[in-house]
């Protein structure tokens, strides 16, 4: 238990006195562009190759910041001049776009197709194409110079689409409708760090809920505002 209290004393320690300096990567009025390719996620067929992993684009704005530290009403000019409340800690919010395809196969040995029921050991092949579109809330926090930390919730939803190889289909005997969406909620945390005023590289972690969010990602990002 002591342990746990010491451990408690010092993060919130770091936070106090890390508050009293200006946040810069992340604060009301800021845009942030990021390019990022991921693992393949855990939703899915039994059977799958992964043809394209998910390539994503996020776009985050800065809402409301200066939760910690910081002179109420006095405002600062930010690395790239814009003017800032002072403080550390931001809101986010914005959306991602990710596209992804698999090639999912598999047989069933027992169907039924159009009203008739089938024994035997009958093939599926398919192409399929996913696109997923979410918003995005989060909050941001500079542990250091040039390194945004955030985390946060998005909402939005998953829309697949079957081309299919083989005749029959996988709707047949799974009940999933050929071109289905599929709603999606769940948590992600990240981080960004800048190699100047603009350019930086972005390393997220999300949970996959079901609706086939990138698990991991990683790539470029790119400070607009």
Not at 146 to 173: A, K, Q, T
Request: charged letters at 15%; hydrophobic letters at 35%; one cysteine or more.
């Amino acid at each position: 238990m002591r342990k746990v209290v010491l451990a408690f004393v010092a993060v919130a320690s770091f936070f106090v006195f890390s508050a009293e300096a200006q946040q810069s990567t992340f604060e009301k009025g800021s845009a942030v562009l990021d390019f990022t390719i991921g693992s393949p996620t855990s939703s899915g067929t039994t059977n799958r190759d992964v043809l394209m992993p998910p390539v994503s684009v996020t776009l985050d704005f800065g809402g409301p910041s200066g939760f910690f530290g910081g002179s109420k009403g006095k405002s600062k000019g930010g690395k790239n001049g814009a003017k800032s409340s002072g403080g550390k800690g931001a809101l986010g919010f914005g959306g991602i776009a990710s596209f992804y395809y698999d090639d999912c196969w598999g047989w069933e040995d027992d169907y039924w197709h159009n009203g008739y029921h089938y024994n035997g050991r009958w093939p599926y092949d398919a192409t399929v194409f996913n696109m997923f579109l979410a918003f995005r809330f989060s909050f941001h926090y500079e542990v250091v110079e040039s390194m945004d930390l955030y985390g946060g919730l998005l909402m939005g939803g998953r829309f697949r689409i079957w081309n299919y190889v083989e005749p029959y289909n996988y709707e047949s005997y799974t009940g999933e409708h050929p071109i289905g969406s599929k709603f999606c909620f769940g948590p992600f945390v990240g981080m960004r760090y800048y190699f100047g005023d603009v350019f930086g590289l972005k390393a997220e972690f999300g949970v996959d809920t079901g609706a086939g969010l990138p698990n991991a990602q990683g790539g470029i990002c790119l400070k607009l505002k």
